[in-house]
């Protein structure tokens, strides 16, 4: 039997808040990862009623602003101290549709003190919220402009740093599947974990907005996942995909953005599952999978 499955909704980027409730549902995925971007302006109590109305759990939630530090590649405030105003104040928006946590980046740059500064500040603010963070490392390949931080050993150390008991580690496969050694920092952190995010990496990759199905990259999901089940992680397994179609610049050929959402959320799940059953149940006694 598969755990909990649930759909990020950046994976349907065109597709309304109550669309993506409508799709997912009849796909049969069992949660949804909520992006605050999807959240129609000022409807809250009806995006509630919708959810409650949908049976759907609730996965990992993102913030209209996800990170401490600017990024190059987003809208937002320069003022590191308006994006952490702004992160606190969608920690309690979200909070109110019970998410299991809510993602948070660290941003590009080396102003660590900020970034921790920033991570107490929102783990109060969560902590008062009734939910958790996870801080999620960014893959190194493309990542310069989105984190200071890409790996599970490295966010452990910012968490350490900040000393919060609100935070925790977002696990993403896309993020760090080529981390060297990083079965070994799933077994060390996974009691850290607040969310896993899911995806594959295409070879050749395209760039960070080009992410592929489970089981259709070369990110050897099978072993991530065994790897997880091993570890104790029992939330949701959250498909989050990022298939430029041109929103970021690049209209890659195949977007799976430009998938209808019923269609989508349907092969996902499909895709998923096939890559479950196929999970290593037994630790590896190899390098890493992808380490480089």
């Known amino acids: 039997m598969r755990p909990p499955f649930s759909i990020s909704q950046i994976t349907t980027l065109a597709a309304t808040f109550e669309s993506d409730l409508r799709a997912y549902a009849a796909a049969g995925v069992d949660g949804i990862g909520i992006w605050e971007i999807k959240l129609p302006e000022g409807g809250d109590d009806q995006a509630l009623e919708q959810l409650e109305a949908s049976g759907l759990g609730r996965a990992a939630a993102v913030p209209a602003v996800p990170s401490i530090l600017p990024l190059p590649l987003m809208e937002g405030p320069a003022d590191p101290r308006e994006r952490i105003d702004a992160i606190c104040a969608s920690v309690h928006r979200l909070a109110r549709f019970e998410p299991s946590s809510v993602v948070c980046l660290t941003g590009p740059g080396d102003d660590r003190d900020t970034v921790v500064e920033g991570l107490r500040t929102i783990g109060d603010e969560a902590e008062r919220a009734g939910v958790r963070i996870g801080l999620e490392p960014i893959n190194r390949i493309g990542g310069e402009d989105w984190t200071s931080i890409s790996s599970l050993q490295e966010a ?112 996902g799940k499909e895709a998923f599952e096939r890559a479950w059953s196929a999970r290593n149940r037994t630790p590896l006694d190899q390098v890493s999978p992808g380490a480089v």
């Open 156 to 267: 452990a150390e910012l968490l350490d740093d900040a000393d919060r008991q609100a935070l925790g580690i977002q696990f993403d496969s896309w993020h760090v599947w080529n981390t060297a050694e990083v079965v070994e920092e799933i077994e060390r952190h996974a009691h850290r974990f607040v969310g896993v995010h899911i995806a594959d990496w295409r070879e050749p990759t395209r760039g960070w907005a080009d992410r592929v199905l489970p089981g259709d990259g070369v990110a050897d999901l099978p072993a991530l996942l065994g790897t997880l089940e091993r570890a104790g992680w029992n939330g949701f397994y959250d498909l989050e995909i990022f298939s430029d179609n041109g929103t970021f610049g690049n209209a890659w050929p195949g977007s799976l953005w430009d998938v209808p959402e019923e269609e989508l959320a349907r092969r």
